[in-house]
């Protein structure tokens, strides 16, 4: 076993050690038990009235997602869904719970939402519209997000080029397990739990050392400057990615299990109909899950740098959660297109799909342009990099005295 | 063997904590006498790299105390050292050994050896936070030792220990002292009495009086409250 792997293994088994690791750890798990478990339980209802367990819910939903499988979202299936909705009584609140609905509307449920979404601001027509005119109208959405965000004539090109690779009309697929993973529940709840976790529980890797004044015996010894400030790094951010991996893992687990494992091929304009990036859900979602790897390693970095240079685990805590927050609660305007750009660079920011990860504006680098998600790796791989080398200069120059 | 230490100085703000001293360190045992913010535990961390000065430099054999090197060779029990409560002893003694540089059977072998020689064979494999005030000093020891160090450097290392760890304490260090330099800060006289060739007297930050114990023909607690007046 080499030096370095010895330090590494003493510096995971202290991490392994403290209480404060096994508490977050345990409520991050419950907290994933208790939300697993209302998929499972529960009914839903209607007006008061039972409608169905979620099980069965998710069953139907399934079944009519499967059989619905590779239908062109086109002329033919609008005047279907039309159909359908037409039979249902047009004055009764509860249309949910009566036969018509569940036997003729809810197997074109899924399909619905996706008309309603790229219908964007004009969903009122959504039983109106013809194919022309809801692609016309999504095409508009899209025309009308560029200019939103101001893009340059270069950046407009570039994603008209990318519009010419998306087929039309859209194929329904069921895809709800991406979406999940995808949205709010998936990445991004992981992103804000990981986030949580390495601010309380890195924040003291190098400041146990002040607290319990075993720095002077590791400064005095041989390998105790560059060393073992590399090991501590190593084992923060290994052991902060091994936990990300979980969290991911038990998110994929919830998703698939609750509901199916379907819908990794099926185009991402389902859920985003305004993105202009051929893609599908499983490729968003394993772009998004290698950022948030990566933006793990850079945050749990950061939070043992920041930490060293105050020497307080609670200010480095306080710091990382507050930027947490504030990236995600403070609005910049779009006018500042650098600022805003950079803001959504944030991991809190970019790993919520539609906010950062979708943003139309480009990067240029070397004479191409990059989408955000395409240059923000190499982003956090260099701030890492920064980081480590500066907290190097500040672990190496610390000074014992005054105690 | 010789650890040069040429105009150390360290000054903060307010005050000279150490004050340009010069001295030159060979095998043996030195006692450093001098009241509380004498400058005597200033002056050991810069001994040990673990305190950047202000001016002046520290040598042992050409080479400087800012590099490895010389850390490989030094050994240090400070005054108020930490430990980590939920390791037990032999695993604390592990660590240190790896930080030390040592590859895993030798540190098994040494930390072993160690623990006997300070009686905690028995403890080696308890939490350090079940250990007694003395016992905790004595691992302090144990891992001031690991590298079998040519510069051992005590800063009250005899705190804690009853009579009977105190006076093993004595022997261990004066047979440490024939082969390596041992500095040894105390306000137990009689431990400088006992084990020490040389006696330093520290005030104020400066060195006023170096010698061997030999010269100072009266008690020497009475000499050293003499000297500091």
Redesign the interface.
Known sequence: ?S?FS??FY?EW??IC?RKGTWICLAILTAFYLVTGIFYFVGSKYVDGEFLETHIDGRDRDLANGRRMKGTKIDQQLLMQIQEAFGSIPADDPKYQLTDEYLSNVRPYEGVYQIVNNMLYNSSGRTLHVTEEELYEIRDNNVKSTWDQYGLTEAEIEYWKNKEGHIEKPFTYEYAQAYDFLVSMSGVYRVCLLVTFFIAVCMSGVFTE?HG??????????????KQ?YYAKIAAGSVFSLLVTVILLLCSIFSAFLFYGTDGFSAAIQLIAPQYSYDMTMGEAFLILAGILLLSSVMASIFTMILSELTKSSIASMAVVIAVMFLARLIPIPLMYRVISQAWNFMPINLLKFDAGFWDPRLVPVFGLKLTSWQFVPAVYILLSIVFLYAGKKIYCGY???G? | MELVVDRLTKQYKNKIAVDRISFDFRKGVYGLLGANGAGKT?FM?ML?????PTGGNVVFDGIDVAT?EY??V?G?L?Q?????P??TGM?FM???A????F??KYAAKKSKELLELVSLSEAANKKIKTYSGGMKQRIGIA?ALL?DPKILVLDEPTAGLDPKERVRFRNLIAEIGKDSIVILSTHIVSDIEHIADIVLIMKDGQMIFDGQREEIKEDLEQFYLKKIG
């Open positions: 076993m030096q010895r330090l003493f088994k202290k050690k050392e319990r004044r075993t720095d002077q015996l590791i400064l005095c010894s041989r390998l105790g400057r073992i000074q014992v005295q105690r | 200033t961390r040990c790299g673990i305190l950047q490895e850390r490989s030094l240090y400070p108020d050292f930490g430990y980590y939920n390791f695993d592990l660590y240190l790896a930080l030390k540089g590859g895993k891992q590298n």
